[in-house]
Structure formats: structure tokens, C-alpha cells
């Protein structure tokens, strides 16, 4: 593993207790990073945290955090404060991707719900988290959103719409930071092999296989050596970027 310098910063990653989100909280913190691991599971991001490699400068943490609730993100950005001082980075990981349906056969419940959580989630979290990097003069984002929403995959319009809406976010809020010190990017993983398969169906997972000309998914931790990049110092002139990570099915 190639080391990327990260100490003496904090980071928040959302949905930390599993997944990308899990795998990107190692990454940091074996990068030197302190980890405050936000996830709705309070549980699992405490036995995240506890499970990360120990840095200098204090103890990792986790919280329990509804990203689609104001409040609970504000409580959560002011805890995270009050105990490590500063917020250096920001890695809005958590997401669902719904059901797999027709666009004439969406619920538009599940519609809402993975838009509450897609989007208003990275929204409230963006929002509450640059507020105090632009107040330090500093900060990284990096919000995770899709190939999907740049292609497009059948059966999961909800899904490719909402990660289309974080890419187009990430812009906005980039260019509103490029004269401070606050970096805003986001990446687009092809699909990466995680329990969030668990709510796909089989035939949607083969065709996004059937799609990628490396033939094989990614894995977390090429998402995490990426990640870990854009939330170092070195990435200093780029922002409102879209970062592939598709094994060549997108390349623009």
C-alpha cells in the first residue's frame, strides 16, 4: 500500500460501518487519519471505530447519525467538533440503491427514500460539514457517487438519478469553495462487490458485470486508494472532478 500522509487530520465518513464506508475508515486511518465514523447503525460504527489502527492525536469514534435528518447531522457535525477540534475531511459514503423496477413500476416511496438518502443526505452533510472546513481555511470532500449516474442502468432510475444528482452537487459546491482552501470532488465507482448487493436482484448485478470491460467488479479497496488521495493535501487543484473507478466501462 502506497502511503498517502494524512496526519494530524480528522476525517467523518458516513456510512462507515460497512462496506466502502468501513473500507475507506481504514484506509485514513492507516494513512494517519482520526476516524469519526458516522453510520444510522450506532453500534456498527462504534465497532468500527474500535476496530481502526490507533493515531496520535486521539481516539477514533463512532456515532450514530441519520444523514437525511437536519438535526441529527448537526448534532452529529457539533459532536464531532467539540471532541476533535477541526473536521479535515469528509467522505459521504452512505447510500442505498433501492429496488430494481421499471420507471412505470416505481414506488414512488422507495423513489423518495433512496432520494433522502442519496442526495439530501450528502446535501445535509455537505452543508454542515464545509460550513466549519471554510471557517478553518480547509477541508477535503469527497462524495461517492456512481457510473450509474452518468450512464444510466435500467431498472434502477431512482438509483442512477439520485447519484447523477450528487455528481452535479459536487460541481456546484466545488466551485463555490475553489477560492478557499476546501477541496469538493467525488468519485464514480463502477459496482464494487459489497452487502449493498444484497438488495439488487441477480439479473441487475450480471448486467452491470456484463458491462465492465475488465470483467470483474471493484473492490473496496482500490474505491479507498483513490479516496485516500483526494483527501490529502496533494490534491490541491482540482475540484467539482468526477473520478472514475470503472474498470473502462466509462471513460469520459
Known sequence: MNHIDLAGR???????????????????????????????????????AAGLPAVPQGAHAGLGVDVTDQDSVAR?????????????????SAGITG?????????????????????HGVFLCN?????????????????????AGKDGNPN?????????AVIGLTKSLGKETAGSGVRVNCVTPAAVRTAIFDQMTPQH???MLSKIPMGRFGLVEEVAAMIAWLASEECSFSTGAVFDLSGGRSVY
Open 10 to 48: 480528522t476525517a467523518v465518513v458516513t456510512g462507515a460501518a460497512s462496506g466502502i464506508g468501513l473500507g475507506v475508515a481504514r484506509r485514513l486511518a492507516g494513512s494517519g487519519a482520526r476516524v469519526l465514523a458516522w453510520d444510522l447503525d450506532a453500534a456498527g460504527a462504534q465497532a468500527a
Open 76 to 92: 452529529a457535525t457539533a459532536a464531532s467538533l467539540a471532541q476533535a477540534g477541526a473536521i479535515d475531511i469528509l467522505v459521504c
Open 99 to 119: 429496488p430494481n423496477a421499471t420507471v412505470i413500476d416505481y414506488d414512488p416511496v422507495a423513489w423518495r427514500r433512496v432520494f433522502e438518502v442519496n442526495v
Open 127 to 147: 452543508r454542515a460539514v464545509v460550513r466549519a472546513m471554510l471557517a478553518a481555511g480547509y477541508g477535503r470532500v469527497i462524495n461517492i457517487a456512481s457510473v
Open 156 to 164: 434502477a432510475s431512482a438509483y442512477s438519478a439520485s447519484k447523477a
Open 205 to 207: 448485478i450480471d448486467f
